[in-house]
């Protein structure tokens, strides 16, 4: 973003929030009147089955505009939450409004995180589909280097990642036994480990040929706004 769109959406934010951990932020089929923007911490958006089991279906890092889809479908099909303590600014949809009606190239720029959304859950559908356990949870931790590392938080393969075993069990598709398992072999294999919060990866190059991992999904280049106005 320009430094005048940077501006433009910090001009646009109602109200910085802080959030503790495993709060529920939007509930599905609430009316959604704003935005989220992650600043700090860990997020997630999840759904229940009918006996109240939990599949995360996204994590999301500080960067994320979590719940943008919100603005254009006023309601959620699913929960959103915070895993972590969080700081978030909120961006209310009147807001939003005005951008969409001044700003095309930042409104771009919006919908550009959106799609980026709808690509990473393509991505999460090949992962549960077609990958076994050990190389789901690979990915998944190939895809939060790749991401965490595009806002520089990520430091000689050591990223902060402060989530359960359980909350990475339930995005994986696998129990938590299997995933203390898998993180055990890839522990030993002398692929990355998973330890307080902490991932270090050590062989980046193996970890991405067991997940199959391909980070082209992720546009770590942006979009393309070449000729388009402020």
Not at 11 to 21: F, L
Not at 26 to 45: A, H, N, P, T
Not at 127 to 147: I, P
Not at 162 to 188: F, K, W, Y
């Amino acid at each position: 973003m320009t430094p005048d769109d940077i501006a433009t959406l910090e001009n646009s934010v109602d109200e910085v929030r802080a959030v503790p951990a495993r709060t529920i932020v939007i509930r599905r089929d609430e009316r959604v009147r704003y935005s989220s923007l992650l600043l700090e911490g860990v997020m997630c958006r999840y759904m229940d089955d009918r006996q109240g089991n939990r599949q995360i279906v996204a994590f999301h890092v500080p960067g994320d505009f979590v719940d943008l889809h919100g603005f254009a479908m006023r309601y959620l099909d699913h929960d959103v939450a915070t895993l972590t303590p969080t700081k978030v600014a909120l961006v209310g949809h009147d807001r939003l409004e005005q951008i969409v009606a001044h700003r095309p190239r930042l409104t771009r720029l919006l919908w550009f995180s959106t799609l980026l959304d709808a690509a990473m859950h393509r991505e999460w559908v090949f992962r549960l589909g077609r990958l076994e356990a050990d190389g789901r949870v690979a990915h998944l931790f190939c895809e939060l280097h790749a991401r965490l590392a595009m806002v520089d938080l990520v430091r000689d393969g050591i990223f902060r990642f402060p989530v359960t075993q359980i909350d990475i069990a339930e995005a994986a598709g696998v129990t938590p036994v299997h995933l203390n398992r898998v993180l055990r072999s890839l522990r030993e294999r002398g692929l990355m480990t998973f330890r307080a919060g902490e991932v270090h990866i050590l062989d980046i190059a193996a970890l991405t040929a067991l997940a199959d991992f391909d980070p082209g999904y992720l546009y770590g280049g942006g979009p393309t706004l070449d000729g388009a106005k402020p």
